[in-house]
């Protein structure tokens, strides 16, 4: 059974600083990976997906990598802004049949001070 | 479009009470998934259908029970609600092929009394 482990559960950074979340996950049979974005009393956003044939993909100021045989994905977040504030969601996919199935980490909540 | 959306926002219940979530995509999504919410918990699959007419159980689908009558809607039911059926409640849907992006709707915030 896949689990998926977010460490920190909450961080905070001053405006500015590069950082970076991590994700890690015990099943390398991973079909794909998927940070979302999560605002107090909304949904997910996704922000990024990894393909378990990719190493990384980057959006804007985002960029995410996968390691499958480390088990392990991180999200790096450069030159952060109060706007980053949000809790950081990954999620790994599985494949068993037709089924499709995400397991969640439980999330790191990032506060950028002004 | 309108993406992936939920019906109702809000709900409160009694124990005992039944209800059902509405959950619509018009994004002609063949796979659509059930989550509950919990604090430091993440998300955690309900049940999930691959098409129209075809459900299939997650990790916790104990207490609750879905339909696909139609591919745009997926139909969550609570029978006889409780209170560690509080939580938040999203649907999201996806393509069956890769790279299957998962949409979420804006969540069902439900309270148990």
């Known amino acids: 059974k896949q689990e998926v482990t977010q460490i920190p559960a909450a961080l905070s950074v001053p405006e500015g600083e590069n950082l970076v979340l991590n994700c890690s996950f015990t099943?390398?049979?991973?079909?794909?990976l998927q940070w979302f974005r999560q605002d107090p009393g909304k949904g997910l956003t996704s922000l990024l997906l990894?393909?378990?044939?990719?190493r990384e993909q980057t959006s804007g100021r985002l960029n995410a990598s996968l390691d499958k045989s480390s088990g392990r994905s991180t999200l790096y977040i450069a030159a952060s802004q109060p706007g980053d504030s949000a809790t950081y969601l990954c999620?790994?996919?599985?494949?068993?049949?037709?089924?499709?199935?995400?397991?969640f980490g439980s999330g790191t909540q990032l506060t950028v001070l002004p | 479009n309108a993406g992936v959306t939920q019906t109702p926002k809000f709900r409160v219940l009694k124990t005992g009470q039944s209800m059902t979530l509405l959950c619509a995509q018009d994004m002609n999504h063949e796979y659509m998934y059930w989550y509950r919410q919990d604090p430091g918990m993440g998300l955690r699959l309900i049940h999930y259908?691959?098409?129209?007419?075809?459900?299939a159980k997650g990790e916790v689908p104990d207490g609750y029970n879905v339909s696909r009558l139609k591919k745009q809607n997926f139909l969550l039911g609570l029978e006889s609600a409780a209170p560690s059926q509080t939580s938040v409640y999203f649907c999201a849907s996806s393509y069956p092929l890769a790279p299957s992006e998962q949409y979420f709707g804006p969540g069902t915030r439900l309270t148990v009394t």
């Open positions: 259908s691959v098409g129209e007419g075809t459900t």
């Open positions: 990894i393909q378990s044939s990719q």
């Open positions: 999620a790994g996919k599985t494949v068993s049949g037709s089924a499709r199935q995400l397991t």
């Open positions: 099943d390398s049979a991973i079909y794909n």
